[in-house]
């Protein structure tokens, strides 16, 4: 494979021409969608089961990601603020 024209065309791309600023209400349509949990124990517990278990008690919800943010503390984005409001709903 010739490697001058991989870089020929990627030569304009450039970061300046990137935009990651958000909106006030783009930024707020995303925090609708996310919920932030930590599980309480002195010590870090294994992700995968736990990632597990709460795709089993949340089975109700379709499609909800999990993201490890620190130790025990986990992200939780879902596709619509529904979603959301019904698992906090079922709380715990």
């Known amino acids: 494979m010739d490697m001058d024209s991989p870089i020929t065309k990627t030569e304009a791309l450039s970061w300046h021409d990137l935009n990651l600023h958000s909106t006030p209400k783009s930024a707020k349509a995303t925090l609708d969608k996310i919920l932030i949990g930590r599980l309480l124990g ?30 025990n503390k986990l992200i939780f984005t879902f596709r619509s603020p529904q979603d959301k409001f019904k698992v906090l709903n079922q709380a715990p």
């Open 42 to 71: 002195n010590r870090p517990l294994n992700k995968f089961a736990i990632h597990s278990s709460i795709k089993v008690s949340w089975n109700f919800i379709q499609n909800f990601l999990i993201e490890d943010m620190d130790t």
